[in-house]
């Protein structure tokens, strides 16, 4: 089955620096990979993804790019605010043709944000 | 829609008893997911659904585990008996099957903590 890994467990940054989140999967049919932040108490929220044929997207602060070749994906967030901290989950996810979904998750990335 | 709807939010027992938990989904999503949540191990994913048939239970951790999917919308997720290492975060998720527009995004419960003393 998948396993995605993820990297690293906890990252703490200045206000306004740039935080970055890796993740590796082992299922080469993984095809799209979402990413949820998770504030403390609350549910997982998606907040971006990408599908395997696109290599870089972009929503504001945050980026995720994408290297199908080595199996890596990573989420970029500039500019960090207090508001980011939180845990972070990159996933993996595949729908052969003819199969059912299946979403595995990272073991979550917790980003603090110090003002 | 209300969105998913999980019960109870809070749950403690004593070692021994029996849990069930309970979840909505959001109506038209065929796919239901159990997720358990602990600080040790993270979101690990339990079981899930497609139109109300169990697909992969491969992540319950053991026959004191079990779940249900009667109707498109209820599923339970059952304990029995409780021990304290159960004692997590239970999420239940839905989603509507991959199509040609979007992506399977997952949306969370509020989540049922457990506690087993």
Not at chain 1, 31 to 37: G, I, Q
Request: hydrophobic share 35%; aromatic share 10%.
């Amino acid at each position: 089955g998948e396993n995605v890994e993820q990297h690293p467990s906890t990252l703490s940054v200045q206000e306004g620096d740039s935080a970055v989140i890796k993740c590796t999967y082992s299922d080469s049919a993984s095809n799209y990979f979402p990413w949820y932040k998770q504030e403390l108490g609350k549910r997982p929220q998606l907040i971006i993804d990408i599908r395997s044929n696109v290599g870089e997207k972009k929503d504001q602060r945050i980026a995720v790019t994408l290297n199908k070749t080595a199996k890596h994906f990573s989420l970029h967030i500039t500019e960090t605010q207090p508001e980011d901290s939180a845990v972070y989950f990159c996933a993996a996810s595949r729908v052969p043709p003819g199969g059912y979904q299946k979403v595995t998750f990272g073991t979550g990335t917790k980003l603090q944000v110090i003002p | 829609d209300a969105g998913v709807i999980q019960s109870p939010r809070h749950e403690v027992t004593e070692m021994g008893q029996e849990v069930t938990l309970r979840c909505k989904p959001i109506s038209g999503h065929d796919y239901l997911f159990w997720y358990r949540q602990t600080m040790m191990r993270g979101l690990e994913l339990l079981i899930y659904f497609n139109n109300n048939v169990p697909i992969d239970d491969s992540g319950m951790p053991e026959d004191r585990f079990s779940a249900k999917m009667p109707n498109a919308s209820f599923s339970t997720l059952k304990i029995q008996p409780s021990e304290p290492r159960d004692s997590a975060v239970y999420f239940c998720a839905s989603s509507i099957a991959w199509g040609g527009t979007g992506a399977n995004v997952l949306t969370f419960g509020a989540g049922s903590r457990l506690t087993v003393l």
